[in-house]
């Protein structure tokens, strides 16, 4: 039965029919990617501003209302399931680039914005936001989970990619924390406090981001050891040496199999092996694969097999990125068994 009657009026009476308690819409919000069971909020509300935001924040302050803020929906905890019901804060209409510095390597963006749609307004600049976590998550849903992705190993995780915040705190105050520059040490770090707090701190509205110049030249590859061993190894050494690696993720033998069988057009042999992929000048690139290739070699590698289009380098971590819903799937046909996908970041 639904709750929270008034509220949701109050709300209706605010923001008209952006906010819902329509089968569907409740049926979409009450779980996200994980297994959990799900929970439907009472309704769900679609702001466009900071000040809707506010007001939202303020009459559930008022009655006691829960809130749970959402992106997309693809975080994997069940971070958006509102087990007490009450709204939820839908934030995709909140999804404009506000503004993009190209000099100092740097966006300010609605919560809503998808890092998908930045990398598409950036196209023309030469520059690219670098954190990616496979699914195309809200940046607002990306800081407050601080995700990292394939990317993390020389670019960041969203901790050190966010630079300031616009939050609308639980009684509907409005704070502003960090600034967009790079050298600043004054205050509390309250960036570093939300980033990362699931939405148990404030709703997000508004955030800075880094910015990364596009390089000139990419290369990425796959790599098969006999051992375990041999693969973490050459990982630990490469980064020991300060190698640039752009992403290198570790995969195991079972892993590879779950990718084998949900990727058509993927055929690995099962054992463990290495995605890599540099990112530098064509000569720097040149010098790294030397570099990890002999590091690779000692570790019983076999040859470096190449995704030399860009076509096939997207196909190569696209595989890496539908490796939760391939070890879902050989889950699903072999329960018993146990795969393991390590992400080699910073954290
Ligand atoms: C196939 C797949 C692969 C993935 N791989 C990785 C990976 O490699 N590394 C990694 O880190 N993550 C990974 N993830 C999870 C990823 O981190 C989340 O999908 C993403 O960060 C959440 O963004 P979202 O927009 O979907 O947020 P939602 O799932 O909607 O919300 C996530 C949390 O953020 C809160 N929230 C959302 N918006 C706001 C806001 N504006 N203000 C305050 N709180 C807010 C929500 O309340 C919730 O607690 C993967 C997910 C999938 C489906």
Known sequence: MQQHNSTIQALKDALGDRVSTGDSILDLHASDEA????????????????????QIVRRCAADHCPIVPYGVGTSLEGHIIPVQGGITVDTSRMNAVLEIHNDDMDAVVQPGVTRKQLNEALKATGLMFTVDPGADATLGGMAATRASGTNAVRYGTM?????????V????????TGTRARKSSAGYDLTRLFVGSEGTLGLITE????????PEATAAATCRFDTVEGAVNTVILAIQLGIPLARIEFIDALSIRALNQYNDDMSLAESPHLFLEFHGTEAGVAEQINQVKALANEGGADEFQWARKTEDQTALWRAR???????????????HLKSTIIIISYI
């Open 169 to 176: 705190l639980a009684d509907g105050r409005v704070i502003r």
């Open 321 to 335: 990125h539908d490796a939760y819903y391939a070890t879902k799937a050989l889950r699903n046909r072999y329960g």
């Open 207 to 214: 955030l800075s981001v880094r910015l990364f110049g596009r």
């Open 159 to 167: 901790r050190e990619n966010v630079m300031a915040l616009e939050v």
């Open 35 to 54: 297994h959990f069971h799900p929970q439907r909020p009472d309704a769900v509300a679609y702001p466009e501003s900071t000040d809707e935001v506010v």
